[in-house]
């Protein structure tokens, strides 16, 4: 073969090298495009189960024929639905007996409840699982309605403030506060308070209003039911009305408590002034 033969084919097979190196280039390139093309991202939500902060409550009189009505409490979580089981319980508010579940919120006591007490547990439920909160029990059930002389109902042990009528009414003889001496430092307090009526018999259900005086001390919260044992417990935040004055010693709080449904100026109700004792150097 002559050199100029030689020369030609060594140039042919350089240049199909260049051109098979450029397709093999071209090609991969379209496959990493195509690969990042197919390349997805997901995301995953995730929901939170429900959780009980404030326990349901049961309203209304437990008297044989009447219907009690449930609420459902406070609870943490999105999507939420409810379900609900009446218990039958002894006169502690132990030994319950649960009857079935149900999507209905009230219950009419029967001649099974007398001597009784009944609680409900109400269940919550989202995508994220379930929980379940238990309410108070009632006062025990009875036959009988409130005597018309004295507005209170027969037997003895707490009472629902829905049993009362006129003219009994409510007394707050009891309170508290954490920190026992407010200072200035004090950011929060845990106030209670005990509403009674018919000689002293805890009433269950009374709702509590409180306000410092002067207002802008600490913040007014909600108004809050008494328990079976008759305390309602309020938290309230320092505002910037604290202290009303250079040399405060006491911290002095508006206290009402009244029967649901009730006029908050009239029925069967208790207004009274309470105060605790300020230490401006702590």
């Not at 999105?78 to 209905?104: I, P």
């Not at 002389?149 to 409510?170: F, K, N, Y």
């Not at 009526?197 to 108004?223: H, K, M, W």
């Not at 009402?256 to 150097?281: E, K």
């Amino acid at each position: 073969m002559s050199q100029l033969k030689k020369w030609c084919l060594s140039g042919t097979l350089a240049g199909l090298g260049g051109l098979l190196a450029v397709a093999i280039s071209l090609g991969t390139a379209r496959a990493d495009a195509a690969g990042s093309a197919t390349t997805t991202t997901t995301t995953t939500t995730t929901v939170t189960a429900p959780k009980n902060t404030q326990p349901p409550t049961l309203s209304g009189s437990p008297l044989v024929g009447a219907t009690l009505t449930a609420s459902n409490g406070t609870w943490t979580g999105s999507g939420l639905t409810y379900s609900y089981r009446f218990l039958r319980c002894n006169k502690t508010g132990g030994s319950c007996y649960a009857g079935g579940t149900t999507t209905q919120t009230t219950y009419k006591l029967t001649s099974a409840d007398a001597g009784n007490t009944v609680r409900v547990r109400v269940i919550a439920s989202n995508a994220g699982g379930s929980a379940s909160a238990t309410s108070a029990p009632t006062a025990v059930v009875t036959h009988s309605a409130p005597s018309p002389s004295t507005g209170c109902p027969s037997g003895s042990g707490a009472i629902q403030a829905a049993q009362l009528s006129a003219p009994a009414q409510v007394a707050i003889d009891r309170q508290d506060v954490s920190p026992a001496v407010v200072g200035r430092s004090t950011q929060q307090l845990q106030v209670r308070f005990h509403v009674s009526a018919c000689n002293g018999r805890d009433v269950q259900g009374a709702l509590v209003y409180v306000t410092a005086v002067p207002f802008q001390q600490f913040s007014i919260p909600p108004e809050t039911a008494t328990g079976a044992d008759g305390w309602a417990s309020l938290s309230m935040t320092q505002l910037r009305g604290f202290p009303a004055a250079a040399h405060q010693q006491l911290l002095v709080m508006f206290v009402r408590a009244r029967q649901p449904g009730n006029n908050v100026l009239a029925g069967i109700s208790a207004r009274r002034l309470v105060s605790f004792r300020v230490d401006l150097g702590r």
